[in-house]
């Protein structure tokens, strides 16, 4: 099975690659990257006014399955990822049950096995049940195939815990991802903390509870050799202390989400509980940081934190209604609109942030186009614009920040593995 990319511009930061040319797709990988490449294939791709990029790798994403198949299940959870350009999602560990044992990653990897049509990793939980308790069998979950750990939702509040799990993690090589919040400090707040939170009459959620838990992740990481990231970063000073920490040479990556950067706290001034997520989005100061954190290079990856959920637990009053907002169709179009057409990235940098980097974050074999890699594409036009419509989403749940935003850049064929996997077949 051959497809043939024709006329491209081919973006491909692993081998500096970035200029128009053909790439001929055989079985599952990438054979030939070049100028004009004669051969015959089942499948042509005109791709002339189009950029192909690496599949994007998202690290962040709730696919809800097992246990809030009511939310998302695998299935439409990749069918939406595939619709964003996402050819791998790293599933994150708030599942009912969750992954922190041989039984439960297994469970999870049957489920993948038959509904998934991307790639899915399984990030691990680091404590039993996440709660902060018992740190799980790390050896035993890689060997399972558990490529990351992360309590996400949720930080593991205990110091002496949280270092024994980095020990741990810095032994088996295993990426440790921190949902980074201290509790004390967040309870019960659902806005953020300031003006925002005194004219809305809600409770705040300070800077403070992500930056002081983000500093000490970095710390007690630093004190093992551990390999840290720091998920959903949203603040100016989170922003501060990573790149203070990069500079000293530490090993620390971090990610934020598109509303991070597209979003301020003035869009949740109506109530509407499609801009509410944790942590919450900051002031104006903050999105500018993140803005700059993307360009200098401080943030390294974009994830969508992909957080489905249903109208029932949305549509109701703003301070109990869940957090989070669904990502994965948007993300790339969101990027686009916001950091390239002002020029906050280049294409290059574009395709560092959603492909490469989390590849290498996470070390998988991912993120490039080279040759005899695994053909995993994204092609798109750049300049097409679309408007995001509620009934248009594939994920099961609606809950978009973006609904009735025009975006620029349009996703217009997804190959995993080789295969053409959208548009659609079926
Ligand atoms: O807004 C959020 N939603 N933040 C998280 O950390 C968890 C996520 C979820 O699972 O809904
Ligand atoms: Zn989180």
């Not at 080279?370 to 408007?387: M, N, Q, T």
């Amino acid at each position: 099975m051959k497809i043939l990319i024709k006329n491209g511009r081919v973006i491909d930061p692993a081998n500096k690659v970035d200029e128009a040319l053909d790439i001929l797709v055989e079985d599952s990988k990438i054979a030939q990257v070049a100028k004009d490449i004669k051969a015959e294939a089942e499948t042509v791709i005109d791709a002339s006014a189009m950029i192909v990029m690496p599949g994007f790798v998202d690290m962040h994403v709730h696919l809800r399955e097992p246990g809030r198949e009511d939310k998302e299940t695998v299935a439409t959870g990749t069918r939406a990822a595939l619709a964003g350009g996402v050819t791998s999602v790293l599933a994150m560990p708030n599942t009912q049950p969750c992954p922190d044992s041989t039984e439960s990653v297994e469970l999870i990897k049957n489920i993948v096995a038959n509904c998934a049509t991307c790639n899915v990793f399984v990030c691990g939980a680091i404590t039993k049940g996440r709660k902060g308790e018992e740190i799980i069998d790390i050896a035993k979950l890689k060997k399972e195939g558990v490529i990351a750990i992360s309590d996400d939702g949720v930080s593991v509040d205990s110091d002496e815990l949280m270092l024994d799990a980095f020990k741990r993690a810095a032994k088996e090589k295993v990426v440790v991802i921190c949902h980074s919040e201290d509790r004390k400090l967040s309870a019960g707040g659902v806005v953020n903390l300031g003006f925002t939170s005194t004219r809305m009459g809600l409770r705040g959620v300070s800077k403070e509870s992500e930056f002081a838990r983000v500093k000490r992740d970095i710390e007690l990481a630093q004190k093992t050799k551990a390999v840290v990231h720091i998920a959903h970063v949203s603040c100016k000073e989170s922003v501060g202390i990573i790149a203070a920490a990069k500079k000293e040479g530490l090993k620390v990556t971090c990610e934020t989400a598109p509303h991070y950067f597209a979003l301020d706290e003035s869009a949740v001034l109506g109530y509407d509980t499609n801009f509410k997520m944790n942590p919450p989005l900051r002031g104006k100061d903050d999105v500018k940081a993140v803005k700059e954190g993307l360009a200098d290079g401080t943030i390294d990856a974009i994830a969508s934190d992909h957080a489905p959920h249903t109208e029932n637990e949305k549509e109701i009053e703003f301070e109990r209604s869940e957090f989070g907002v669904i990502g994965l169709e948007t993300e790339l179009s969101a990027a686009i609109t916001e950091l390239i057409e002002s020029g906050i990235l280049k294409w290059k940098d574009l395709a560092e942030k959603f492909a490469l980097n989390p590849a290498r974050i996470l070390r998988i074999d991912r993120g490039t186009l080279g040759i005899g890699a695994i053909a995993d594409i994204v092609i798109f036009s750049p300049k097409k614009e679309w408007v995001v419509q509620k009934e248009k989403i594939l994920s099961k749940s609606k809950n978009s920040p973006f609904l009735g935003k025009k975006l620029k850049g349009v996703v217009e064929y997804t190959i995993c593995f080789g295969k053409i996997v959208y548009p659609f077949s079926k």
